[in-house]
């Protein structure tokens, strides 16, 4: 009785699923044709730094390399052995956060301008030999506007805290 019990139960549940395939195939390899569609661009530009070093002073300047406007910042990465001082230039400020910040968003093609870069004057402790290397990281975020054409600085707040590097 309980083994004629058990395949009922089993000839039932083969029936089920047997049935149930055919529509589950056919919804999963259900196709249709379009027409037309649009360009989808998923990967940012990564945006260029050059710096120059002058008599221990790095002058950097950030090329926007993407197809939309962006605003940067950067981050001196130094050793314990010395010290970095940001020279004030036009459009740089320190944030106090550890990182140089640049006012204005910069055009696809543009750069933060030559005659005013991002400027660190470099001190190495009194007596301090050997040789040591300042390594700047730059971060980047696309500019949000409004449909008034006006910049959402809490968009801009929003993702460059998501990308807070080494804090």
Known sequence: MKTKLLFIIAAIALVISTVAVKPAMAFFTDTIQTQGGFK???????????????????????????????????????????????????????????????????APGESTPVDTPLTLAITRKVGDTGTFNVIIVQEATKVAYDENGNVIWDAVAISQSNYNLGQ
């Open 40 to 106: 989808i661009s998923v990967g940012d530009g990564t945006p260029e730094i050059d710096e120059k070093v002058e008599d221990l002073t790095k002058k950097i300047t950030i090329k926007n390399t993407g197809d939309y406007p962006i605003f940067v910042r950067a981050k001196a990465i130094y050793p314990d052995n010395c010290t970095v001082t940001l020279t004030v230039t036009e459009g740089w400020s320190d944030g106090g956060d550890g990182y140089y910040y640049y006012a204005n968003p910069i």
